[in-house]
């Protein structure tokens, strides 16, 4: 459409001298400070460090490792809290591995003057939903920091499983092809967030929908198929993660948007604010890679479980324009479906 | 420019000598400040814009706007498909 | 939402766009002025859809990208005082001035908060006594009104450290100043509907006339859009050049009456540049006397902030439908929507952004 | 000595409904927030989760899974960062469990308005910390919270090893008759990191004693002992370390005095601030409870290890007042070293 | 350290304690005023080591502890005021006002900062020339040369935003106050050394002869508080009772003439309320009209705060000697170190805290 | 009360005015206010309580004290222990 010979790739992180908000985006700028400046730093004993989850052996055993650090504002919103965000969030990066989620662990980074009752209330969420989800809380840690360093409670849990062998789930086995399954409708948790925040507050019966998905998985694989890749859509949204795949796997995403399960509430909301659907966070979503004749298969089992109800494809993964992805448009036109920079910003025009 | 959106007025009151609405769009709940717009009445669809209302919709005038497109696409059907 | 969902319908949006080729016979180049609509356009693909050889021109209407260097550098210089709390709609964080943004500015301390509407500044105004908290208003005729009664309610509830950084910019003026460049290739407009809706149309006919250009009022809707589209073209092959509304259910003849007193009461006219383009004459609005005491402008001195535009920078060009913003060398090089020079670059649906996005769709 | 009948326990948590500096000073008031707070709300899928370091079993193998919150300022200090300490310390809380340590992660929570090259510099300081421990940083996570609400850089780690069957190092087993051994003198990392500290800087040539302590938890192994307890004294120094061990193996502990290696540097740093060095955190030392006819083959092992070139002996586990740690002074009295309650003040009295 | 280690051999102690037991023929209760001597015995297990019926009873002397309730609150209160940064002593942190202590009052917003040295928390005031800088000037006579130079200093300087809030005893009045109780078991002082440092000795030998008490300045080093007890108890066996220095490389008989100048020209006696104890006539020090201004109960009225003291605590008692700790129905059950009554629960070296950490001693 | 220490004066200068000091605490070291013994030299010991020096340490007291301990403890050994 453009030429664009003579075109380079833009100097990563140039002219940024400092953090800012949208390093922890979960877009194009956060995926610079890691390719870029942290896992440069590692040397030679990172390399794999820009994995969500790594699979690596231990003792004989294939083990999937993890781990999120949870800094949500605020702390409890409709449907969760920081403290179920935290143990599903972590579940479900092991699960995306094709792991059995198995142990947690769980560090604190309290606030001075942080209500001990939340505290409570967060540790109670997570013990719930550890128990929910079949996981134990082995370890942990607690540090103080001063009024103003800090925001009410951080949490960081890391978590282990184990992974069958066999499975090989993991973003550049996307291929040519491959059906991209979503798991349930998109946007609910941002959603849920953002009418919480503060000066954006509007009233939304929209709930976050964070849930541990290591059990849908579970299901999709007893079909016995060879999924290629999973992902949950948490910061930066359904379109982080699929530019994620598409420039590791260097395969394209075609989308019909008509298929794309937004609900009516977080269309509503997104359209009050100017926010992209795509671009809004899911903490109970998986998206699935899978070869084609597998794929009805996999959806099925996928519909059979509570938590993939809503399942649907919603795309499929060319060899064409790699490293983008692209959605064909109700009128018949496509469109870039382009990787986030920083955060989301509500919009005026 | 300009991101506007229809709400339904759900209640109006009176804040600080201001008139203002709860407006509902689809779901999600707004405050919404009426004073552009200050005989709105529940039930009314409203455009609003960062927080005001700037105009009423009228509702018979969106009504006729499809049937036309409606009528255009009837009449387009008889004369045969382009390209 | 409804009336959001039933102008979006794709049966009747095709229809549009089968009686849109049945009924052009030769190239066109259109602008939609307003960058609501831009989006609109690159959101469902319509541009794609068009006849060959019709185009449609990015106008400068999205507030953000055309807010000038000089106002946004004094943004940043103010919002970098100690005890000012700088409140903004959430799209102006990312704009860069001559350094750096709102965002840089915050990641080194300053208090700089984004809020929905300019009414939860005057709310954080008021909880926050002990500190200066400025408004960043910018927009069009559609924001204008918000802007001016939140600062009306100031005066009136006496919440005295409030104040706006007003820059505020009209959509007639800049219609002339398109038209009137030399290499203007602009034939027809979509005006913006919601300038429209609290401003009426009243101003558009004698533009239509002195430039021969047909301009059609609409909203933002793909049908909405289309039909716009569709009237002018059609106008165009007629060879009339008219003010058309088509946007009704929102846009009144006469516009928002109250609104535009309260306008003329707090604002006045002034000449204002816009971000790439330059002064046009008459093109903005300013606080009028009587408010005063409410500019940010005069109650912080920021008359030393100087902005150096960058020199690599066609945005104006491009704004104006003159290059392509492949042809500008920086596109792409030192020009990305993460490090934007020029206003086209700063927002999603900027010319210059949106030709990025595209930029490695296999053509 | 003093007649204790109708002696109770104190209402933990009672009357402090915030969280206050105390409860991450690594003391009794930490303590009582994980055990009264944290532990009860995960319920069923916690129980273990008071531990440092969780061994548990994970596809056949016998894996170490623990994880710690670094929050250190300043960031930068004689003898290292926050970066090293970070993978010292979650090496070590491995070392601790007599584990292999194998794989880390890596959360970092950033404020924003940080220097890049603060990160960068904390990057390389961990790659060349997992390089010289023989770890990998194979995962991790980033986000950011807005100015004023972190300090620079929060980073927490977590770690994965194998623990070699017949290993059972644990707190619980500490027997009356051990040896107590300590592997180096006391309080260094403590009083660098206090010397840079905002408000009390003073010159001294004191550094950190951050180091990785696996290798020499293995040449402890190795000479085939039967380590019962091991544990890095870091926050809250010896004294907590020693109180924690005893009180969960309702043990006694007397310390002679005059064993306990303070370099004159912390003990010049100690009566300037009025501080107990014994309080005073370490983050490259550990003490060990070993049998006695086993402790001179372990000390000699120890001492033979660079990390353990000061290792002595500083005491003995005894079956007399369970719980409590006694030292013997230099004039032949002795005294409690009693559990620290919340951190660490300089005193003027 | 050179001259600490020196007065800390185990040799030389050992010496000195079998020339007390050789000396001891009956029971002697002695008491140390000070809060550091205190520490060194409890710290080197002196007290365990003594001859059988010579009692150590621990004085008032930890300024910490006996900071009356009503001046905590005061701290509180001021600490809590937007804008204020109040700078402490770090062990003031942790006693408890009425309600909640600084670390609370901190952890609730409040900028609580512990400095080193009054002189940290000026250059704190200088440095934020917007905000209100409190320095909670609580000690003994060795102390308030430091906090007296600092006021002095702001005055020079003209560093108005800064202030303190003092609470200064003093040790002769204490001692008075000590005999003049009906109950008094002490036979005999160990004083200060290092208030003696600056207020020389002078003030001691009236004492001695008034109440019938020797009364032996001493340090802080193992040997210097093992050769106060023996003068002491020497004294005591031969029917003496003088005032003896026995701590001459510290304490000069004039003290410090150039300190005790200043004392007087920023200071002037007062009555003060010690913690436990109530108040004793002529006890304290205040700031003189000429540093009024600098007085931050003057400059933050805080007339209003009321203290209610625990009515359970004992405390009074203890530091008197007239009871043991355990003897407190509170002791161990609703006062513990980390949710103290009273002030000998709070520090470390207070007589209730330092029974608490020896509950579980096999005696 | 009133934690001070010895330390050596390393070197004196003013600053504002006021005769400061940084002083060598066997091997810590910290600047100290020198008003209250304003003729201090480097070299000599100076008792410090926080941040000023209250008092010049005096070393050949110290000297003599400590001799006196020795000899009472020489003594001592001559009449024999006590229990
Ligand atoms: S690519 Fe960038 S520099 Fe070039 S015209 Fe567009 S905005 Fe300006
Ligand atoms: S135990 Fe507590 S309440 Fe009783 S006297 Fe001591 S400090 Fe007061
Ligand atoms: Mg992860
Ligand atoms: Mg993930
Ligand atoms: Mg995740
Ligand atoms: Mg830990
Ligand atoms: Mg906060
Ligand atoms: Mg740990
Ligand atoms: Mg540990
Ligand atoms: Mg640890
Ligand atoms: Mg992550
Ligand atoms: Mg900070």
């Keep these: 459409m453009i030429d664009f010979e003579g075109w380079t790739c833009p100097a990563p992180l140039r002219d940024t001298p400092h953090v800012v908000a949208g390093h922890g985006g979960g877009g194009a700028m956060s995926a610079d400070l890691v390719r870029h400046l942290i896992v440069p730093g590692y040397g030679d004993a990172g390399g794999t460090a820009e994995r969500d989850c790594a699979v690596v052996e231990a003792g004989g055993a294939r083990l999937a490792f993890t781990t999120d650090a949870y800094v949500v504002q605020p702390m409890f919103f409709p449907g969760g809290s920081i403290g179920d965000l935290a143990v599903n969030g972590t579940v479900n990066d092991l699960a995306m591995a094709g792991a059995t989620p198995l142990f947690l662990s769980a560090a604190f980074i309290l606030e001075e003057g942080t209500p001990l009752a939340d505290l409570g209330r967060i540790t109670a969420a997570m013990g719930a939903a550890a128990t929910a989800a079949g996981v134990r809380l082995v370890t942990g840690d607690t540090k103080v920091v001063g009024h103003g360093s800090g925001d009410g409670v951080y949490l960081t849990t890391s978590g282990v499983g184990v992974v069958a062998d066999g499975v090989e789930i993991e973003p550049r086995r996307a291929a040519a092809g491959d059906a991209v399954l979503i798991s349930g409708d998109l946007g609910r948790h941002g959603v849920a967030v953002l009418s919480r925040r503060e000066g954006l507050e509007f009233a939304t019966t929209v709930a976050s929908d964070t849930a541990p998905l290591h059990g849908l998985v579970a299901a999709m694989l007893a079909t016995g198929a060879d999924l290629h890749v999973l992902r949950d859509p948490t910061r930066g949204g359904l379109a982080a993660a699929l530019n994620e795949i598409a420039a590791t796997a260097r395969v394209g995403v075609e989308l019909t948007e008509r298929d794309l399960p937004v609900p009516d509430g977080v269309a509503d909301a997104c359209h009050l604010l100017g926010l992209d659907p795509l671009q809004v966070a899911n903490e109970g979503r998986l998206v699935a890679f899978v070869r084609p004749d597998q794929a009805d298969d996999v959806l099925a089992a996928m519909r059979a479980h509570p938590y993939g109800t809503g399942a649907r494809r919603i795309g499929t993964c060319v060899a064409g324009h790699p490293g983008m992805v692209v959605a064909r448009t109700a009128l018949g036109g496509t469109r870039v479906i382009s990787m986030p920079i920083g955060e989301q910003l509500p919009r005026i025009c | 420019m300009c991101l506007a959106v229809p709400g339904r007025v759900v209640r109006v009151t009176v804040v600080d000598g201001t008139p203002m609405a709860e407006v509902d769009f689809g779901g999600v709940r707004k405050d919404v400040c009426l004073h552009y717009v200050p005989d709105a009445a529940p039930g009314e669809y409203l455009i609003v814009h960062v927080g005001f209302a700037i105009q009423r919709l009228d509702e018979e005038s969106a009504r006729r706007t499809l049937d036309e497109f409606t009528r255009l696409g009837l009449l387009e059907e008889e004369f045969g498909e382009v390209p | ?363």
């Excluded at chain 3, 449609?56 to 999205?62: A, E, K, L, T």
């Excluded at chain 3, 430039?211 to 059609?234: K, M, N, S």
């Excluded at chain 3, 606080?287 to 020199?311: C, K, Q």
């Design chain 3, 1 to 363: 939402m409804k009336y959001l969902d039933e102008f979006s319908d794709p049966d009747l949006a095709r229809s549009l766009l089968r009686q849109i080729h049945a009924a052009t016979t030769r190239p066109w180049a259109l602008m939609e002025v307003c960058g609501g609509q831009t989006h609109s356009i690159i959101r469902h693909g319509i541009d794609q859809l068009l006849p060959d050889g019709v185009e449609m021109i990015h106008g400068p209407g999205c507030p953000v990208c055309v807010t000038p260097l000089s106002v946004i550098d004094k943004a940043l210089a103010i919002a970098a005082r100690p005890g000012v709390i700088f409140c903004s709609f959430g799209d102006m964080l990312r704009v860069p001035g001559s350094g750096r943004d709102l965002f840089e500015v915050r990641s080194a301390g300053a208090d700089v908060r984004v809020v929905y509407s300019p009414l939860d500044a005057l709310g954080i105004a008021r909880d926050n006594p002990d500190r200066q908290v400025v408004f960043f208003g910018i927009g069009f005729e559609t924001t204008a009104p918000a802007n001016a009664l939140t600062v009306h309610q100031a005066r009136r509830l006496g919440i005295r450290n409030f104040s706006l950084l007003v820059s505020h910019v009209l959509v007639p003026p800049a219609i002339s100043a398109i038209m009137e460049s030399p290499r203007c290739r602009v034939q027809g407009f979509l005006a913006a509907g919601h300038v429209c809706s609290v401003m009426g149309t009243s101003e558009y006919p004698s533009l239509s006339e002195k430039y021969g250009v047909p301009i059609v009022v609409t909203g933002f809707e793909p049908l909405d859009v289309l039909e716009g589209i569709r009237q002018a073209i059609t106008q165009l092959e007629q060879g009339r050049h008219e003010t058309r509304n088509a946007y009704p259910r929102a846009v009144p003849e006469t516009g928002n009456p109250v609104a535009r007193q309260m306008l003329a009461d707090v604002f006045e006219v002034t000449d204002r540049a816009w971000r790439g383009i330059g002064t046009i004459p008459g093109s903005g609005w300013r606080l009028t006397d009587r408010y005063r005491e409410f500019d940010a402008e005069h109650r912080f001195d920021v008359s030393g902030v100087r902005a150096a535009e960058s020199a690599l920078c066609r945005s104006g060009e491009v704004l104006q439908g003159l290059i392509k913003p492949h042809e500008c060398a920086a596109f792409g090089r030192v020009c990305t929507p993460r490090q934007p020079l020029g206003a086209t670059m700063v927002s999603s649906e900027g010319a210059c952004a949106a030709y990025y996005a595209y930029r490695r769709v296999a053509g």
